[in-house]
């Protein structure tokens, strides 16, 4: 399942961001390529460990645990601190697939990509190009968003970045570990939250078939979910 999620952050937000990166270091795109990545992979990337990378992937991460929608889609049991790249002309993604583990020099953690996130800074209109497209029918379109917008997208897909022919694309990326690894049991619990929802609204949260609907999405979670 891929999710498009708007507004993610707001446009004082992206505007922060780009201020901040505009100013920032770059560096070659393959210091976090595995090896059959990097053969395809050609942008520039903001260093995991600096102080700019930290302090706007704080801002993210804030914006993320306060969206129901995200929180309900991904079930994040951690989320990989985000990173930054810029993509300028010439400058693409061939296909690839993202690597499975990811350990984080910052946090020193480990975690699996169960699910893989695009945010975009740069509006569509600052670029041609650079459309996030998939191999493997997720999405028959191609993806480039406001910025502000963010997709998310299962990493078991192969995907590429086409090549920017004018202008620059920023962005950040990064992944999560959900709590429930299966995508399968994961989207049917995205389905079912959203059910539930609806079903509130239109009984009221007294209703005896939103508490028995809530007791299953509950129960669910409990049976699948990582400990
Ligand atoms: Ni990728």
Not at 134 to 150: H, T
């Amino acid at each position: 399942m891929m999710l498009h999620i708007r507004g993610l952050l707001t446009p004082d937000h992206v505007r922060h961001c780009r201020d901040i990166l505009r100013d920032a270091t770059w560096v070659d795109g393959c210091v976090t390529a595995g090896e059959q990545s990097s053969v395809a992979k050609h942008n520039l990337q903001l260093p995991e460990d600096t102080p700019q990378a930290k302090a706007l992937g704080e801002v993210i991460l804030k914006a993320l645990a306060g969206n129901a929608h995200f929180m309900s889609a991904a079930l994040p049991l951690k989320v990989y601190p985000p990173l930054f790249n810029r993509y300028g002309e010439g400058m693409g993604f061939g296909d690839h697939i993202d690597n499975a583990i990811r350990i984080s020099p910052v946090t020193g953690g480990r975690y699996r990509t169960d699910l893989s996130c695009t945010l975009f800074l740069s509006d569509p209109d600052d670029y041609d190009g650079g459309e996030l497209l998939f191999e493997d029918g997720v999405s028959a379109r191609p993806i480039k968003l406001p910025a502000g917008d963010m997709i998310l997208y299962p990493a078991t897909t192969v995907h590429r970045v086409e090549p920017i022919t004018r202008g620059e694309r920023w962005a950040s990326f990064f992944w999560v570990q959900s709590m429930v690894a299966d995508l399968g049991r994961r989207e049917l619990l995205y389905r079912l939250d959203q059910a539930v929802a609806a079903t509130r609204q239109d009984l009221g949260d007294g209703h005896a078939a939103s508490v028995s609907l809530v007791g299953v999405y509950h129960n669910l979670v409990r049976m699948w979910a990582e400990r």
